[in-house]
């Protein structure tokens, strides 16, 4: 089956005012991708998920969703492509105040017409896609934290977005709980058929669910390895790539 591109990046240069983060990105993210931006610590992933998700303006360069340039479109049709985005930002970024089903109702009451029973519903189902049937009333400081970075998500897929976007969704959580996460993502991936980016550092998620990635060098601030990450770690010339795929055991 050929591939698809959901996002393409041409030439993209990132930074806060005169301090460059990363610069000439190039990539593609093909439909139904699990794609992972991988590096060490401050290497610009997460500042490339903001531009990625229009929470900050690239210096130059362009982001393509299909055919519109994210970027260089008027505001009104950023915020519709916004739309069909999901986020699952590192602290799950529930409201406190909000029971579970709450939480995943605020997407649907602001962007859609659906009545209170039908909202209600629609929430129910996303908590249970996540494990987490009979959970609707529970509030967040009543959770785990596995269960509630799976509220995060159930939230994220609210609106029944084409592309998620995870940012680092294993971060503080114990081994098995990022191996279940691990797996609900590719369940999520392979029955709802979603593109799906993730932001990681931890080795083990990235072997398990990526089929492609980028590798972002903090030194030369910019791709230095692309490429399905368990071919990248046997196979990589880059010394610094093997070495972050290896934990330095290369």
């Not at 990132?14 to 190039?26: A, P, Q």
């Not at 055919?67 to 999901?86: A, I, K, Y």
């Not at 971060?171 to 691990?182: C, E, H």
Request: charged share 25%.
């Amino acid at each position: 089956m050929a591939e698809s591109p959901e996002i393409v990046v041409k030439d993209l240069d990132i930074g806060y005012g005169d301090f460059v983060v990363l610069h000439n990105l190039h990539f593609t993210v093909n439909r139904g991708d699990i794609f992972a931006i991988m590096g060490g610590s401050g290497c610009g992933k997460s500042t490339l998920l903001k531009i990625l998700i229009g929470l900050m303006e690239p210096i130059k360069g362009q982001v393509f969703y299909g055919d519109v340039d994210f970027w260089g479109t008027d505001p009104s049709e950023r915020e519709r492509l916004m739309r069909h985005f999901g986020v699952l930002y590192q602290g799950g970024a529930l409201w406190s105040s909000m029971t579970l089903a709450e939480n995943v109702s605020l997407p649907l009451e602001q962007y859609t017409s659906l009545r209170r029973e039908e909202i209600r519903e629609v929430a129910s189902l996303k908590l249970a896609l996540v494990g987490l049937a009979g959970f609707e009333d529970y509030y967040p400081s009543e959770l785990s934290g596995g269960m509630k970075k799976r509220a995060g998500l159930a939230r994220a897929m609210a609106l029944d977005p084409d592309i998620l976007f995870f940012d680092e969704p294993s971060a503080g959580l114990d081994p098995v709980s990022s191996r279940r996460l691990d797996d609900l993502i590719l369940e999520l991936r392979d029955s709802l058929g979603s593109t799906i980016v993730v932001v990681s550092h931890e080795l083990a998620s990235i072997f398990t669910v990526a089929d492609n990635s980028i590798y972002l060098d903090a030194e030369t601030k910019t791709i230095t390895a692309s490429g399905d990450p368990k071919k990248l770690r046997e196979a990589s010339k880059d010394r610094a790539v093997r070495r972050f795929l290896t934990r330095g055991k290369e």
